[in-house]
């Protein structure tokens, strides 16, 4: 299921209501720039689960290296996130 919002105010009051009440999203976009309480709320994905290379051919026309991290140890291993 995809929802819209009217405003990024509607968005973030939506997503704090659907965390609070333990239904949050699976997935969520926040601006690159986005420094909140919903920052604990990424986490990354096995690269096993999903390859990075993979996800970077199939959807770098849309989201580019935006959702693809290096690990903070270890900048040989990517993961989404």
Do not use: C, H, W
Request: net charge negative.
């Amino acid at each position: 299921m995809v929802e819209s919002f009217s405003d990024t105010q509607a968005y973030y009051n939506s997503l704090s209501s659907a965390f609070m009440q333990g239904i949050g999203p699976d997935v969520f976009v926040l601006p690159n720039s986005e420094s909140s309480i919903f920052e604990n709320q990424i986490s990354v994905i096995d690269p096993n689960t999903i390859s990075p290379n993979d996800f970077r051919l199939d959807f770098k026309p849309i989201f580019g290296n935006d959702l693809i991290v290096s690990d903070s140890e270890d900048s040989t291993i990517e993961y989404v996130k």
